[in-house]
């Protein structure tokens, strides 16, 4: 029977200290049931022996609300414990009164119906009869229960998804912790419920079965938890009650009560035992259920236990709050599951934020310090988040216990991408900068350069500086969003640091602390006005609330009275430092525009105007004139008073611009004058200010593309010009086309618009393909990178979306501009490291290598593009494709990309683009190591790998690439026996070895396709080339294989089927051109798919000119299945003969014959050629293949539509050919590897006798936690 007797050796219930069921609700008050005389020990009611079960109990009537121990709603149903907290239609409270009820009529009956709800919510089908309560022991109810488990499905009540599910395990807790509550006065101390409940966990929490394991350990937890907030109780009720004696005893003994003194020592006396009941049931709970299963296999029960242990110590902390408990969350901190390590860290939150414990924490602290600090790097973002929040309170609680080194590992975190991490590092950083006070700045002024906000935006600038990560000021202002927002919003006293002289006494910023200064100026203003996190952080824009509306409105109203006053200041004192202008001229696109009308502040927008004029006229710096071209930009909106006076202001600008570049190209384009350094850079500097507006400002009106094709007709002539000219001119004159495309576009252009661009723009585009062979690099990029766009611009595209009137403007590259658009690509983009010339020098620095190789990686993404919408022919793409494993890290992905892409657009003609890249590299290992080469070589092996990398792409789904993969196969075919052999006949072919490379795509294909790619193959192939066997024929002789594979699959299935089935099908597997007839589908709707579904129905019903696939064989006898041998791992892992086997007669022909056929005889010979062959793989035959063939063929004979070749299920193909493929065979998907949870084993009796060690440490924790100590 479940009785005390089977729990833990420590736990003894004192036989003294039952009491009398409390009456009805069983929460009277305790000092008032002390006085009734059911409480002395002379009526107590001792416990049942095991005879006594039951006696005199079976006839009463349950509770009110309850049948037979059942819970009755509405009269009409009786429903069991778990259906009504399933259902959870009742309140808790009630439910437990009904049950309480029922305990006091029938303990028995309850207790049984208590013990079936925790195995019920464990998922099990079984039931606890009153019979096996009454014999069985504890152990014996488990083992039946877990034989009696419904494993088809891995989910149980507390997996469950769904909302009712969630409900149902919140509900489940509920009722545990109510029910403790309710019977914490008198039940919980009969020494017969909790008894029985806690033995009865503490089995199911030690079973193999996980539903029993999670569901008791919860339940275990939960119990425990409610029995720590009684004794929680209990020790108050001792402490007020030792406190009244106490002052009962100090009275003078006139006025002392002795009667009362009785009581309360009574009382006390009470109070003291049970406090000792509830000692020994947690004592139980924890040494029988936690200390196992806080290092449980299973993360969630660890994350149960962990979760709960920190409740106890929060909540009766000087019962737990010591080393002894707090040793457990310390070591689980290392465990594998981050879920668990997050649990870890939110219970130690709860402990440290109550800084009255912080004393009891300081081993703990001093101990696993160093493991809390190296959290905030976990892999988990969520469990990094929790690590810097706990750092946060441990910093709140002591400064003294985080060293300065512990304090940096936190605060480069204000830089992560994932903004959670930097949100929670900037509130530390905050906290250990920021937050302090001393009463000497109580009085500092609110606002300006002495304020308090000032000295803490100067350690703002400091930290900033410090951190060397300047390009990241945005990331740094997010961080601190939250927690600093008004200490990032006192732009008045940013202001006053920039432009006010500095205090007696006072230190100047340097020029340094002012560039940071104004970076984090501008950060901040672009956070208050966009209201969303930098590039790089977040998911997107996201819908702002009113409130948040309201202050981003506010906010920008304040940025824009403020510095529409102080911008013209500020760039008039900084205006010779480009990189301060710049960051300075990106403050007008925030403001508010109208301000400027209604608060009067037009004098200011003309200083503004003056400024930038003047900005313009100093700097040649690209940045900076970009910066003014958009500042004018946000500034001419005609939606605002303002537009006129600012058009104004840049049309004179521009106006003096133009002219000038005018004057200075007539003069450095005089023939028979040499120019000079000081002219050229007038004219640089000049088209780099035009250039830089007509990003952003139309200047159709000037007709700049006239001059600018002079300018680069002459740099074509001359050869001398300078680069920077050029390439600007480049970029200028493509602004002007794209302006011209713009207005045509709209139809607000004139009539002969269109011809004139037309001409404009073929003109452009011959001259930067002349442009490609220059001597020059950094001129070829840029003509390479502005043809590749405007080649995509001017493409067969351009008509979309309605614009068929753009049709004469398309332009299609010709052959010529092909050729020299990929050999620029070759030539530039695939080289080596150290053969790149275009950093100029700087092949030492870190930085330069990585620039010039993001500038190589935008030249290969133009040209892809172009790949990708057919701009240029897509067979060019093999030239791209065949460097895919050469240049893997640093292309991978962008060619992996593009061939995703044009496969999606045509699955045919990227197949063979695939085929035809391996034929290029395989020809170039021909010309590299001659005719005669060994195929285990690097390169040959290179160009497998890479076929089989190709082979990954195609994905798991082989209806979409069906006629893709079986085009492949046919241009592989016609290449590998193209060219004869050069030593003469009776040597194979020079490309034969070009097979042992396409056999990686044979798994790709479906099984009634093989056998079509197999008789293709036989046309190419010569009576002798059948019959050879050397290691020169390996390749055909492996490829053959791959291809057979499947047919003898398909084989084995049909003679299984007829077998069993009889011979419903045998006219269908006699006649092979039935299958022949059924048309492939169309996925492409092309003509080259089209093409090759007519290719593969010819070849299905056409004969083979020299072999005849081998006859199957109909005779009833089992085969035997076939051996895969170490050494043809490649050939598939499912690779059955393709002859008949030793045991089995060559069946005799049909019909008689006088001789058989030539073809027929080829055959026969070959089978008895192989017969040997076939005998070792058999012998060599693995027991668990034979195992693995035998259910799959039992599957399959399940399956509807055995003989359909459409509807078999594809088996092999979702395996890997070799045990050395096995780690790439995520290469090609998309998708994370995870864990497969399998449910039990069906053998539930052989089940219930293993003993898996379930506890082993290292299986759930790190190597580091092994070796921690104890404390």
């Known amino acids: 029977m479940i009785a005390a007797q089977e729990l833990q050796a420590d736990y003894h219930f004192p036989q003294e200290a039952d009491t009398q069921l409390s009456s009805d609700t069983d929460l009277e008050d305790l000092e008032a049931r002390n006085a009734k005389a059911g409480k002395g020990k002379a009526v107590k009611k001792g416990k049942k022996g095991p005879g006594e079960k039951g006696k005199g109990t079976a006839g009463k009537v349950g509770g009110q609300g309850r049948v037979n121990g059942h819970h009755q709603e509405n009269g009409m149903e009786n429903l069991s414990l778990f259906e009504v907290v399933r259902l959870g239609k009742s309140a808790t409270q009630s439910v437990v009164d009904d049950w309480i009820e029922s305990y006091k009529n029938d303990r028995d009956v309850a207790l049984l119906e208590l013990i079936n709800f925790f195995i019920q919510c464990s998922g099990c089908k079984g039931a606890v009869s009153s019979e096996m309560f009454r014999h069985m022991q504890n152990s014996e109810i488990i083992r039946k229960m877990t034989e009696e488990f419904d494993e088809d499905s891995g989910d149980y009540p507390l997996t469950m998804a769904g909302p009712q599910w969630k409900k149902f395990k919140s509900s489940f807790c509920e009722f545990i912790g109510v029910l403790v509550r309710q019977c914490q006065y008198s039940i919980i101390y009969d020494e017969y419920m909790m008894d029985t409940v806690i033995s009865l966990l503490t089995g199911l929490s030690d079973s193999q079965v996980r539903a029993f394991r999670h569901t008791s350990t919860l339940a275990a937890m939960k119990l425990m938890t409610a029995l720590v907030n009684v004794a929680l109780n209990l020790s108050i009720n001792m402490d007020n009650t030792q406190r009244q004696y106490e002052a009962e005893r100090n009275k003078s003994i006139g006025k002392r009560a002795n009667e009362r003194l009785e009581l309360l020592l009574q009382k006390r006396k009470d109070l003291q035992e049970n406090q000792d009941e509830i000692e020994n049931m947690m004592n139980a709970i924890f040494k029988g259920v936690f200390v196992h299963r806080y290092r449980d296999a299973i993360a969630e029960i660890r994350a149960i236990c962990i979760e709960e242990i920190g409740v106890w110590m929060k909540m009766y902390s000087d019962a737990f709050l010591n080393d002894s408990y707090l040793k457990y969350v310390g070591w689980t901190m290392h465990d594998k599951q981050g879920e668990v390590r997050l649990k870890c860290l939110t219970a130690l939150q709860g402990l440290y934020y109550n800084r009255e414990l912080n004393t009891r924490l300081e081993l703990f602290t001093s101990r696993f310090k160093d493991r809390i600090v190296s959290m905030t790097l976990d892999k988990e973002y969520d469990v990094a988040v929790q690590a810097i929040k706990l750092l946060t309170l441990v910093l709140h609680s002591s400064e003294e216990v985080l060293t300065a080194e512990d304090c940096e590992s936190v605060y480069h975190l204000v830089y992560s991408a994932h903004r959670p991490v930097a949100v929670a590092a900037g509130e530390f950083l905050y906290k250990k900068l920021f937050s302090h006070r001393g009463s000497e700045e109580d009085g500092m002024p609110r606002r300006g350069r002495q304020s308090l906000n000032a000295n803490l935006i100067k350690t703002t600038v400091f930290f900033f500086l410090e951190s060397e990560l300047h390009e990241h000021g945005a990331y740094l202002v997010d961080s601190m969003w939250d927690c600093a927002s008004d200490l990032l919003k006192d732009w008045e006293s940013m202001i006053s640091l920039l432009l006010d002289e500095p205090f007696p006494g006072e230190e100047a910023l340097t020029d340094r602390q002012e560039t940071a200064l104004i970076e984090i100026m501008l950060c901040a203003i672009r956070q208050a006005c966009e209201c969303h996190p930098p590039v790089g952080r977040g ?123 005018n004057r200075l190209l007539e003069d450095f384009l005089q023939e028979g004058e040499e120019p000079d350094e000081d002219d050229a850079y007038q004219v640089l500097s000049t088209l780099k200010r035009i250039t830089a507006f007509h990003n952003a400002h139309d200047l159709s009106q000037w007709d700049l593309f006239t001059c600018n094709y002079k300018l680069l007709n002459a740099g074509l002539q001359n050869g001398d010009m300078p680069q920077q000219i050029v390439i600007h001119a480049l970029q200028c004159t493509h602004y002007i086309i794209l302006w011209h495309l713009a207005k045509v576009s709209e139809g607000s252009s004139k009539k002969g618009d269109m011809v004139t661009l037309r001409k404009q723009m073929r003109a452009f585009c011959l001259m930067c393909q002349r442009y490609l062979t220059s001597v020059n690099t950094a001129v070829k990029e840029q003509a390479f990178t502005i043809l590749c766009d405007s080649l995509m611009i001017f493409s067969h595209q351009i008509v979309s979306s309605g614009r068929e009137a753009l049709e004469p403007l398309i332009y299609s590259p010709d052959d010529l501009l092909q050729a020299e658009l990929l050999n620029f690509i070759l030539d530039h983009v695939f080289i080596d490291q150290d053969d790149d010339s275009s950093t100029d020098g700087q092949q030492d620095d870190e930085a330069g290598k990585i620039e010039a190789l993001h500038k190589r990686r935008n030249l290969l993404a133009a040209y892809c593009k172009l790949i990708i919408y057919n701009v240029v022919e897509m067979k060019t793409g093999a030239d791209i494709f065949k460097q895919y494993m050469r240049y893997y890290n640093d292309y991978g992905d962008i060619i992996k990309e593009t061939m995703s892409k044009t496969r999606q657009i045509d699955k045919i003609q990227c197949a063979k683009t695939l085929i035809l890249s391996l034929q290029q590299l395989f020809n170039e290992m021909l010309s590299e190591l001659g005719c005669v080469f060994d195929r285990s070589s690097a390169s040959f092996c290179g160009i497998k790998e890479l076929a089989r990398r190709f082979s990954l792409t195609f994905g798991l789904d082989q209806l979409k690439t069906r006629e893709a993969i079986a085009m492949l196969h046919k241009d592989g075919i016609e290449f590998a026996f193209k060219e004869p052999s050069p030593q003469g006949e009776g040597n194979p072919p020079l490309n034969l070895a070009f097979l042992d490379i396409l056999s990686e795509f044979s798994s790709k294909l479906l099984r009634q396709d093989k056998k079509t790619v197999h008789m293709y193959l036989e046309r190419f192939m010569t009576f002798q080339m059948a019959l050879q066997r050397e290691d020169c024929w390996l390749p055909l002789i492996s490829y053959r294989n791959s291809l057979q594979a499947g047919a003898d699959d398909d084989t084995m ?23 022949a007839k059924r048309k492939l589908p169309d996925e492409e709707g092309s003509c080259s798919s089209s093409d090759a579904g007519v ?86 035959a693995s027991m668990h293949y034979a195992k693995m063939r035998s259910h799959m063929q039992h599957a399959i004979r399940r399956g509807t539509g055995l003989m359909e070749d459409d509807e078999e299920p594809i088996v092999e193909d979702v395996m890997m050919s070799s045990e050395e493929r096995l780690e790439d065979l995520n290469e090609g998907m998309d998708f994370d590897t995870m864990d497969i949870d399998l449910p039990p084993s069906k053998n539930r009796r052989e089940r219930s006798e293993l003993k898996p060690d379930y506890f082993d440490p290292a299986s759930i924790m790190d190597d580091s936690v092994l070796n921690v100590s104890m404390f």
Request: aromatic share 6%.
């Open 1053 to 1075: 299935s049909v003679i299984s089927g007829i077998s069993s089935r009889g011979s419903t099908r045998s006219k269908k597997s006699k006649t092979p051109a039935a299958s």
């Open 1095 to 1180: 290719w593969l129905n010819r070849e299905q019903g056409a004969q083979t000119p020299v072999m005849m696939p081998s006859p199957h064989l109909t005779s009833t006898v089992l085969r035997e299945t076939k051996k895969l041998r170490p050494d043809e791992g490649y050939m598939g892992v499912y690779a059955m003969s393709n002859e008949p086997q030793q045991h089995t007669p060559m069946a005799p022909p049909p019909h008689p014959q006088a001789a058989m056929d030539y073809n027929t005889q080829v055959t026969w010979m070959l089978a008895q050629r192989q017969q040997a062959e076939a005998r070792q793989q058999q012998e060599r």
């Open 539 to 661: 998911t997107g824009k996201r819908v702002l609330t009113a409130k948040e509306k309201k202050t981003q409105l506010d906010d920008r109203t304040r940025i824009t009275e403020m510095f529409a006053v102080a911008l013209p200041l500020l760039l008039a004192k900084y205006s010779v430092d480009a990189e301060k202008v710049t960051n300075l001229l990106q403050l007008p696109q925030y403001f508010d525009l109208e301000i400027y009308t209604t608060g009067r502040l037009e004098k200011h927008l003309d200083a503004l105007l003056r400024q930038i004029r003047e900005v313009v006229e100093k700097h040649t710096e690209m940045e900076v004139l970009e910066a003014c071209s958009m500042t004018y930009h946000a500034l001419c909106n005609e939606e605002f008073t303002i537009f006129n006076r600012v058009d104004i202001a840049r049309s004179q600008l521009l106006d003096e611009q133009v002219d000038k570049f």
